[in-house]
């Protein structure tokens, strides 16, 4: 059985093929780079001290995998659903199911707290303004971005994510001179004496770096929205490995380096107590408005992020319904090619998360972070479970050669990092505030299997992946 062509996947499903190289690398930091860093960082480090810098480092490593495993599948079959296609294909169809329907329910709880983020930092301007109607705002605000065109879309979220990315740069860039060569410090270099000076690397001992994983793994949800984008990427074989690529790059640079610099400036204890490390760089350089700057780069970085989940739950739910496993009124498209009738879906999710900042403001972040999570390891577990039976068909069929992107280190690399998603799930048990999480998974779980069930029409591997163009699993 050949694989099909890759260039024909996205004509047969309607989509724009207008995304450019910058765009898609763009859409990975946009999804991988919100308030997580910003605004969840502060919370991670009073877990763990200085050695959170291992944490995010283990997890940055982790998820390079993951993504070296979904561009293996990418560049073969670039297709609109993903690892919710690839889940279908060749996990089980209720796997795909499950997972396309989870985006959805993902989408609801990422946006509730990236709204909440948003109105927390708004009211640094307006402290009376209302959560919930800053969140009203910005959702109206991101409607608008996702009704153009595709490559209008792609063009705002790159100067939406190179925002943050400058100011992550420049934060790296300025704090490195303070440690240094002391500069904004009048000319006393901070050094790095605090990273041990008050408790050592670990002063909250191993259990504490560990719980801290979690917490960890939140800052990272999105990167996969990079096999989104490739259905509407003109040259997939090479954009999309370069994107990848530069995954493990942009987790050296953007997480690993900014909170090196955070932990080696403050006193690790003291972060966040005074505002965001950010703002204390930037003031401390003499740049006026450093905390207004900062403020709008957080809000940036946040309307990025809903931004790039809109886009892909939209393209999560369009390819359900080619699938069979949504109703098919949901793979309509607009004059621009955008799959509008999905698109009202996800705002009406989005919504949701607007009423739960009006209901509940003050904890809507925390909470509805940790629901994420357990939706992000699902959909890590499935890319590598999907990758492991892809790659055995691929040998299977005595195609492994024809692979042109390779997951390193093959299978022994897809085990670490299932074993290691495995043990954050684990990890959320011990934590009250994240236990909330998996006493809502199992529930929501047997909602969508009832739902499958009843629903669902058994239609034959053949037929059901017509318009993806995957290929079907060896019975």
Same mark, same amino acid.
């Given at each position: ?9 996205v004509e047969t499903e309607g989509l724009s ?23 969840? !960082? ?18 940055? =490593? =982790? ?17 609109? *659903?993903?690892?919710?296609? +690839? ?13 396309g329907w989870n985006a959805l329910l993902g ?8 709204? !909440? !983020? ?115 990427? *003109? ?19 953007? +997480? ?15 972060? *966040? ?51 069979? %496993? ?5 793979? %309509? ?11 009202l879906i996800v705002i009406a999710s989005q ?20 629901? =994420? ?45 299932? !074993? ?8 959320? &048990? ?9 006493? =809502? &998974? ?17 239609? %034959? ?15």
């Amino acid at each position: 059985m050949g694989t099909k062509n890759s260039s024909n996947n996205v004509e047969t499903e309607g989509l724009s093929r207008s995304l450019k190289n910058r765009h898609i690398q763009m859409i990975a930091i946009g999804g991988a780079i919100g308030v997580g860093l910003f605004y969840g !960082a502060t919370g991670a480090i009073r877990s763990a001290g200085p050695s959170i810098i291992f944490a995010y480092l283990a997890v940055g =490593v =982790v998820i390079y995998l993951i993504m070296r495993a979904l561009g293996e599948m990418a560049v073969e079959n670039p297709v609109s *659903g993903s690892y919710v296609t +690839y889940a279908s294909q060749y996990i089980s169809p209720f796997a795909g199911f499950y997972l396309g329907w989870n985006a959805l329910l993902g989408m609801a709880a990422g946006g509730a707290a990236e709204y !909440a !983020a948003i109105g927390h930092y708004i009211q640094f301007w307006l402290p009376d303004f209302p959560v919930w109607v800053s969140a009203l705002f910005v959702l109206c605000l991101v409607i608008l971005i996702n009704v153009v065109t595709v490559k209008a879309y792609g063009e705002i979220e790159f100067w939406l994510s190179l925002v943050k990315v400058v100011a992550i740069i420049g934060m790296i860039i300025l704090g490195g001179a303070m440690i240094l060569f002391g500069i904004g410090n009048g000319g006393d270099a901070v050094g790095f004496s605090n990273l041990t000076n008050n408790g050592g690397l670990f002063p909250m001992g191993i259990n504490g770096w560990i719980l801290s994983l979690v917490l960890v793994a939140f800052a990272f949800g999105g990167v996969e929205l990079v096999g989104i984008a490739a259905a509407e990427t *003109g040259d997939v074989k090479k954009t999309i490995p370069q994107a990848i690529n530069g995954v493990f790059w942009r987790i050296l640079i953007f +997480y690993v380096g900014a909170i090196t610099i955070m932990v080696s400036l403050f006193d690790w204890e003291t972060i *966040g107590a005074n505002g965001s490390p950010f703002v204390t760089v930037f003031a401390k350089m003499g740049i006026p408005g450093a905390a207004s700057i900062i403020n709008l780069v957080i809000i940036s970085a946040a309307i990025s992020a809903l931004n790039s989940g809109i886009y892909s739950v939209t393209r999560v739910l369009y390819s359900l319904s080619l699938q069979g %496993k949504a109703p098919r009124f949901l793979s %309509k498209l607009n004059k621009s090619k955008v799959p509008f009738i999905s698109l009202l879906i996800v705002i009406a999710s989005q919504l949701l998360g607007v009423l739960m900042n009006y209901i509940m403001p003050a904890s809507a972040f925390s909470v509805f972070s940790t629901i =994420v999570v357990v939706g992000l390891v699902s959909n890590w577990l499935a890319i590598l479970f999907s990758q492991l039976k892809f790659r055995k068909i691929m040998i299977a069929n005595g195609e492994v050669d024809k692979l042109s992107y390779k997951m390193p280190f093959w299978p022994y690399s897809s085990y670490f990092a299932i !074993a290691f998603m495995i043990s954050i799930i684990i990890i959320m &048990a011990f934590l009250p505030f994240t236990r909330v999480a998996l006493y =809502v &998974a199992p529930v929501w779980t047997i909602i969508l299997f009832i739902s499958y069930k009843i629903s669902h029409t058994r239609i %034959k591997d053949e037929t059901i992946f017509p318009e993806a163009g995957v290929r079907p699993p060896l019975s």
